[in-house]
């Protein structure tokens, strides 16, 4: 158990539907990471926020949008879903910002399955 | 962040080491290798990092070579839990938009064999 938590486990949706994807940091950590992995995508970066604001960002669509809460948590917003946005969505935390030696620790994942 | 290469697939006996390989020929000196594993759509499990040391923990080692252009993760003793997709990441602080970016390629599928 890396101490990342993600909710929910399972999603099953409808094309052109919004969904929200959630993210508890490890206690302490600063950095949140979101990254997607499809079957023909592989893991792919989509977007870190550190300390609410966001810091790094990967090849992640417009109709794509994340955020991180005072509280530190972060929330993955997909909406206008299609049917390529099936896929694993996890979470990742790290202590700091992001530098080389900032270890980030995985959460469980959100499996995503868009109708 | 460096390219890196790493066999499909490979096999071990359970009980025996597991020795991974990864190539990173245009490693820079500032760059780290990090090494995740996945098993079965978990999400990925940091196992170590390095710079140029050999590092070792409860996990696994991680030898670098002196030119830091390949490196081996060994698992001394494999376990049927340790079949996993093995990735090899080079990090760097190159700093930008990608700041805190994982370059996940497809990794070494380890099958561990009773």
């Known amino acids: 158990d890396s101490g990342v938590t993600q909710t929910p486990k399972h999603l099953i949706t409808a094309t052109g539907q919004r969904v929200t994807l959630r993210c508890s940091p490890r206690s302490g950590d600063l950095s949140v990471y979101w990254y997607q992995q499809s079957l023909d995508q592989g893991l792919q970066f989509l977007i870190q926020y550190y300390n609410g604001e966001e810091r790094a960002k990967g090849n992640i669509l417009e109709r794509f949008s994340a955020q991180q809460f005072p509280d530190l948590h972060s929330e993955l917003n997909l909406s206008s879903l299609e049917l390529g946005d099936s896929a694993l969505y996890f979470c990742?935390?790290?202590?700091?910002?992001?530098?080389?030696?900032?270890?980030?620790?995985f959460g469980p994942g959100t499996r995503l399955t868009v109708l | 962040d460096a390219k890196t290469t790493q066999p499909t697939s490979m096999d071990c006996a359970e009980g025996r080491a597991a020795n991974l390989p990864c190539n990173h020929s245009t490693i820079s000196g500032n760059e780290y290798v990090y090494w995740y594993r996945q098993i079965h759509s978990q999400g990925p499990q940091y196992i170590i990092h390095g710079l140029k040391n050999n590092e070792t923990n409860e996990m696994a080692s991680l030898i670098i070579t002196e030119d830091r252009k390949s490196s081996t993760l060994i698992l001394p003793h494999a376990t049927l839990r340790d079949t996993a997709v093995y990735y090899c990441i080079v990090r760097s602080n190159a700093g930008g938009t990608s700041y805190g970016k994982l370059t996940f390629g497809q990794g070494t599928i380890l099958t561990v064999h009773p």
């Open positions: 990742a935390s790290s202590v700091e910002g992001g530098g080389v030696t900032d270890t980030q620790y």
